[in-house]
């Protein structure tokens, strides 16, 4: 540590210190006294409210101002949750934190919905800057977490698992951080983001929603992305569902797109699903563009998804059911080995643009894709012909 360089200066720090009310390093600034450290201390004791095994988180919620922070410890609640209350940060203790449905299931809209914790505003108010951290959400008859017109939503480290519909939904929302979760046993999407659930229309600008770090297991779908554009999709383990991630657009203006799939692991999603209204039967399909537009999907390891649906293969461009194609999608540098029928697969084969560049493979659909071989490739791509 520095000396101060003079007597005079000593003398001139202390003064100031008696003045502010505050110690003075050398050099003249200012540092936090005992009782100053000890008030900050106490205001953000204040901004925390504890709930205990057997309180209502609710209750909690409803006497929380914007900004403040309800630990909830460990213990199993029997209530849904609904917040509308912008900055709040609701953090349990771990994965012993669990919330599951109550007995009677009506004490609130969320609770009378089905669902275990809702966030939800307008398009006028959005409840901003929401975080839900280091919690389980598990049981639900519809979703596990349903948010909807949120602006800044983080969803971390939180365990939904053995709901009814999906895990976490989020619509209607912009700048949401899904990060370090764990969704399965799901029985739609582990993790789901859409335009909206009810409504058609254009796609959604989520202004960069990242959905990163997550193992998402045993559900419907790992990652479903409905309409939204401008999503990071990164770094995410993805095995055991029917479907890993699924990126679904339609006939709507802005259309489906412009986001990146890059850097997980999508192995082994061999579930069998029961076709739905709007899509097939679902088994062993890796990575699937339908109906969208200028995505990435790139740096991915796709390995082992296997199944005789229609949309069965490592990485598969699939025509929408409404019969809008896929355009200008680049899909790149990923390995994609052991799949079936085939690693890469473009099956929408009225799609423009689309491109398969410098992936390690084994097996295509068809034999020759866009891009594949030698001949095709532009000089400074490298190819992407079938490795021995």
């Given at each position: 540590?520095?000396?101060?360089?003079?007597?005079?200066?000593?003398?001139?720090?202390?003064?100031?210190?008696?003045?502010?009310?505050?110690?003075?390093?050398?050099?003249?600034?200012?540092?936090?006294?005992?009782?100053?450290?000890?008030?900050?201390?106490?205001?953000?004791?204040?901004?925390?409210?504890?709930?205990?095994?057997?309180?209502?988180i609710?209750?909690?919620?409803?006497?929380?101002?914007?900004?403040?922070?309800?630990?909830?410890?460990?213990?199993?609640?029997?209530?849904?949750?609904?917040?509308?209350t912008?900055?709040?940060?609701?953090?349990g203790a771990?994965?012993?934190?669990?919330?599951?449905?109550?007995?009677?299931?009506?004490?609130?809209?969320?609770?009378?919905?089905?669902?275990?914790?809702?966030?939800?505003?307008?398009?006028?108010?959005?409840?901003?800057?929401?975080?839900?951290?280091?919690?389980?959400?598990?049981?639900?008859?519809?979703?596990?977490?349903?948010?909807?017109?949120?602006?800044?939503?983080?969803?971390?480290?939180?365990?939904?698992?053995?709901?009814?519909?999906?895990?976490?939904?989020?619509?209607?929302?912009?700048?949401?951080?899904?990060?370090?979760?764990?969704?399965?046993?799901?029985?739609?999407?582990?993790?789901?983001l859409?335009?909206?659930?009810?409504?058609?229309?254009?796609?959604?600008?989520?202004?960069?929603?990242?959905?990163?770090?997550?193992?998402?297991?045993?559900?419907?779908?790992?990652?479903?992305l409905?309409?939204?554009?401008?999503?990071?999709?990164?770094?995410?383990?993805?095995?055991?569902?029917?479907?890993?991630?699924?990126?679904?657009?339609?006939?709507?203006?802005?259309?489906?797109?412009?986001?990146t799939?890059?850097?997980?692991?999508?192995?082994?999603?061999?579930?069998?699903?029961?076709?739905?209204?709007?899509?097939?039967?679902?088994?062993?399909?890796?990575?699937?563009?339908?109906?969208?537009?200028?995505?990435?999907?790139?740096?991915?390891?796709?390995?082992?998804?296997s199944g005789?649906?229609?949309?069965?293969g490592?990485?598969?461009?699939?025509?929408?059911?409404?019969?809008?194609?896929?355009?200008?999608?680049?899909i790149?540098?990923?390995?994609?080995?052991?799949?079936k029928?085939?690693?890469?697969?473009?099956?929408?084969?009225?799609?423009k643009?689309?491109?398969?560049?410098?992936?390690?493979?084994?097996?295509?659909?068809?034999?020759?894709?866009?891009?594949?071989?030698?001949?095709?490739?532009?000089?400074?791509?490298?190819?992407?012909?079938?490795?021995?």
């Amino acid at each position: 540590m520095k000396l101060c360089r003079s007597r005079r200066a000593v003398v001139a720090a202390a003064a100031t210190a008696t003045i502010v009310g505050g110690a003075v390093a050398c050099g003249g600034e200012s540092q936090p006294t005992a009782s100053q450290s000890a008030a900050s201390q106490a205001a953000d004791a204040q901004k925390k409210i504890s709930v205990r095994a057997g309180e209502s988180i609710q209750s909690a919620v409803d006497r929380a101002e914007p900004g403040q922070v309800i630990d909830i410890a460990a213990g199993t609640y029997h209530e849904s949750v609904q917040i509308s209350t912008p900055r709040l940060t609701l953090r349990g203790a771990g994965t012993g934190t669990v919330i599951s449905p109550s007995a009677k299931g009506d004490e609130n809209a969320c609770a009378k919905a089905g669902e275990g914790i809702c966030v939800s505003g307008t398009a006028q108010k959005k409840p901003s800057d929401v975080t839900l951290e280091s919690l389980t959400v598990a049981g639900f008859k519809k979703a596990g977490i349903h948010a909807t017109g949120a602006d800044g939503l983080q969803v971390v480290r939180v365990t939904a698992r053995d709901n009814k519909v999906q895990g976490i939904l989020v619509e209607k929302s912009v700048r949401t951080v899904f990060r370090d979760n764990t969704a399965r046993n799901n029985a739609d999407s582990g993790i789901f983001l859409a335009n909206s659930m009810d409504t058609e229309g254009g796609a959604l600008d989520t202004k960069g929603a990242v959905i990163e770090g997550n193992k998402l297991s045993e559900n419907r779908i790992g990652v479903g992305l409905r309409r939204v554009r401008g999503v990071k999709v990164e770094n995410n383990q993805i095995t055991g569902n029917c479907g890993g991630v699924f990126v679904v657009g339609d006939e709507g203006v802005p259309r489906g797109g412009a986001l990146t799939v890059t850097h997980n692991t999508v192995t082994g999603n061999n579930k069998y699903c029961a076709a739905s209204a709007r899509l097939p039967f679902i088994q062993g399909t890796g990575i699937l563009l339908t109906g969208v537009e200028k995505t990435v999907v790139t740096n991915n390891d796709v390995r082992d998804n296997s199944g005789k649906s229609p949309m069965s293969g490592g990485i598969v461009l699939f025509g929408s059911v409404v019969g809008t194609s896929n355009s200008e999608n680049t899909i790149r540098d990923n390995v994609a080995r052991g799949n079936k029928p085939a690693d890469l697969a473009n099956r929408d084969l009225k799609g423009k643009g689309n491109t398969f560049v410098n992936n390690t493979m084994e097996t295509t659909e068809p034999k020759q894709l866009p891009n594949s071989s030698p001949s095709d490739a532009p000089s400074t791509a490298p190819s992407v012909a079938p490795s021995s």
